[in-house]
Nanobody
Framework: QVQLVESGGGSVQAGESLRLSCLVS????????MGWFRQAPGKDREFVAA????????HYAQSVKGRFTISRDLAKNTLFLQMNTLKPEDTADYYC????????????????WGQGTQVAVFS
């Protein structure tokens, strides 16, 4: 069992930055992939970024590549999403997820989810 708790959301102006955190408790498998997803009102949940929990390989959605950075601190069991140069279209609830998806972009393939943290970007 794994529990995920996100924090760090807020309201910012376009161009500013935020760093989201996801505290991972329980016993995450070395094989786990940790992902960040977001869901805007009225839209489907979409992939943002993913990292192999132990190996550290990263993957990004094209829409955030070069602006967002996913990382993790294994000693603190914490996943991060550094979001720079935020845009109004980044406004959404952001969720961290854990599991062994065959494709990191497949939300339905992740086993564990946090409760989400809200990000609002104003122009």
């Amino acid at each position: 069992q794994v529990q995920l708790v996100e924090s760090g959301g807020g309201s910012v102006q376009a161009g500013e930055s935020l760093r989201l955190s996801c505290l991972v408790s329980g016993r995450p498998s070395e094989k786990y992939i940790m992902g960040w997803f977001r869901q805007a009102p009225g839209k489907d949940r979409e992939f943002v970024a993913a990292i192999v929990w132990v190996g550290g390989d990263t993957h990004y959605a094209q829409s955030v590549k070069g602006r967002f950075t996913i990382s993790r601190d294994l000693a603190k069991n914490t996943l991060f999403l550094q979001m720079n140069t935020l845009k109004p279209e980044d406004t959404a609830d952001y969720y961290c997820a854990a599991g062994t998806p065959p494709n990191v972009m497949w939300a339905h393939a992740y086993e564990y989810w946090g409760q989400g943290t809200q990000v609002a970007v104003f122009s």
